[in-house]
């Protein structure tokens, strides 16, 4: 269980195990995008077999998504698309907390170009870092719990904090834009953080320089 550090691939942190672990066969457990931390289980050897049980399973999430600003990717690595000023005055805790029953429950999601998803045989990420944007079909997923709470960033800008859990598929990212378009001032993903997958806490997690030391 390793407790996947900022600015690494899912892939990368699982070749630093597999070749410290000296293991044949490897294979994780739902990616983890280089700008997101935390909860990514491992297999190695014949336990690669049972990795569908935590790809299947829900997960909880803490996000922070910086309001008045949208950008390409949908977080904090796309370049700025849009600014808009945020009203304060608006996003009281009634608001948000209608916004919140919106968002909770079965719910609909058009993936976003930046992400693994196939079209054609090929990612979508491809297409997109070739400038182009193709048709995507919204996608079903269900979001078990949802929790907003107005916040601030490092340099004291607008932001909402949401601990989201949610079945397979979802897209933290594109959530954030969502709840920002409702807002209507718009939304980017600038942190965050996996705490749990399928009932595994971030607090059993080992990061790789302790794997290292053992």
């Known amino acids: 269980l390793i407790d996947k550090p900022l600015g690494m691939t899912s892939n990368q942190a ?9 293991a044949e066969k490897a294979g ?5 995008d280089p700008l997101a931390s935390g909860v990514l289980p491992l297999c190695f050897g014949a ?11 829900p997960k909880t999430y803490e996000a922070v998504a910086l309001l008045g600003v949208t950008t390409s990717t949908g977080d904090a690595e796309g370049e700025v698309l849009e600014r808009k000023p945020v009203d304060l005055a608006a996003l009281g805790p009634e608001r948000l907390a209608a ?20 079209k054609d045989g090929k990612a979508l990420y491809e297409y997109a870092r070739a400038g182009l944007t193709v048709e ?45 378009a409702v807002l209507g001032c718009g939304a980017h993903l600038v942190f965050l953080r996996r705490l749990d997958t399928g009932g595994i806490g971030v607090q059993r997690c080992l990061t790789l320089e302790q794997l290292e030391a053992l």
């Open 28 to 32: 994780h457990t739902g990616t983890l």
């Open 14 to 22: 699982l070749q630093k195990a597999k070749w410290l672990l000296r």
């Open 136 to 180: 995507r079909a919204p996608r079903d997923v269900t979001i078990h719990a949802l929790n907003l709470a107005l916040t601030q960033t490092d340099q004291a800008q607008a932001a909402i904090k949401m601990i989201v859990t949610c079945s397979k598929g979802t897209y933290i990212r594109t959530l954030g834009e969502d709840i920002g």
């Open 47 to 57: 336990a690669t077999k049972f990795s569908q049980i935590q790809l299947e399973a």
């Open 99 to 118: 916004v919140q029953a919106q968002f909770t429950g079965p719910i609909r999601q058009v993936p976003p170009m930046h992400s693994a998803l196939k």
